[in-house]
């Protein structure tokens, strides 16, 4: 066993687990970073993981791996600096450990993050929503699934780590109906339900019964429901609605459009930026801020009510050919 893999081990469950108390969400994050960190490296020197030195994890190796993600893995610059933001902390962790590699710790924590450019969030229309929704095939199991995951997303706005999460007692679809979710940062809220979607959760539960200990989205087996499965579905269902809403063809629908969706809805019913920020369980309002930017129909309000400067409209017409050539002369 190499110096690499005590360190490692070490990180997780001494730095992150101990002395942290990391969430199970952020531990995943560095577990999946560090996996194809340690991959990336065995196939560009040929060692197993466990062979690799952290002289093996150099900063030309790191330089190439987030490279390597965003070309041939086609990730986004903010996941390569989420990846980056992974190592860094390994590396923090290392110049402790390994202080005979100080240089080398140096060079890695040097690594920079890249500037990221600053777009106008995707959410879909009402219409868009209603043709998502009406996608599942509802007389079927996996049916009446989707179409309560959609609905429950659309209108509470959880990330999908959030959504996966969820058990059934988590939900309270009585008096007072809301979701309750342990969110980013281990910031506790709970979303009021809608009594259309409490009618679908309804529904949904009761063809399954489940213990309130269950995950309340299962595949067929009862076993919780995957990230990656969560996006799959949602774009199965994206490209079923499409068909009768052109206007999603252009779209790409993720999860995270749901939430956007939800947070447009909310901002279009007059609420607050403030409470919308309670909503999705942002730290602070600032980061609302991106669906103001969103919201045409706002921006449109506002025009409406300045007053067009007073000038007349203008048309260039052409000189003529034959003047231009005799006063050239």
């Not at 150099?58 to 993600?69: D, K, M, S, V, W």
């Not at 990330?159 to 309270?172: F, I």
């Amino acid at each position: 066993m190499t110096a690499l893999s005590p360190l490692l081990q070490a990180f997780f469950t001494d730095r992150l687990m101990t002395q942290y108390g990391a969430s199970p969400h952020t531990v995943a994050s560095y577990r999946d970073t560090l996996r194809l960190l340690l991959t990336h490296a065995h196939q560009r020197t040929g060692k197993l993981p466990a062979q690799l030195d952290l002289t093996d994890l150099n900063a030309a190796t790191i330089g190439e791996f987030l490279h390597h993600l965003e070309t041939a893995r086609g990730n986004t610059v903010a996941t390569r600096n989420t990846r980056l933001a992974a190592i860094h902390s390994l590396f923090r962790y290392a110049s402790l450990r390994a202080p005979e590699h100080a240089d080398l710790i140096a060079r890695v924590l040097a690594i920079q993050t890249k500037r990221t450019a600053t777009t106008i969030v995707s959410f879909l229309k009402p219409t868009e929503l209603d043709a998502l929704l009406a996608a599942p095939d509802t007389t079927t199991w996996h049916g009446c699934r989707d179409h309560a995951l959609l609905a429950l997303t659309a209108q509470t706005g959880p990330r999908v780590a959030e959504l996966t999460a969820l058990t059934a007692g988590d939900l309270q679809l009585g008096v007072g109906a809301h979701v309750y979710c342990r969110g980013k940062g281990r910031k506790d809220r709970c979303t009021p339900l809608t009594s259309h979607t409490v009618s679908i959760l309804t529904s949904w539960l009761t063809t399954r019964r489940p213990a309130d200990t269950n995950p309340l989205f299962t595949t067929r087996r009862g076993t919780r429901l995957s990230r990656d499965a969560v996006s799959g579905l949602v774009a199965k269902h994206a490209a079923t609605a499409a068909r009768t809403c052109p206007s999603l063809q252009v779209k790409h629908v993720t999860p995270h459009t749901l939430r956007h969706t939800a947070a447009m809805n909310l901002l279009h019913a007059g609420v607050d930026i403030t409470v919308i920020a309670l909503w999705l369980g942002h730290e602070t309002p600032a980061t609302t801020r991106i669906y103001l930017h969103a919201d045409m129909a706002l921006k449109e309000q506002a025009i409406a009510r300045t007053t067009p400067p007073n000038t007349d409209p203008a048309r260039y017409q052409a000189g003529d050919d034959l003047l231009a050539f005799l006063e050239q002369l």
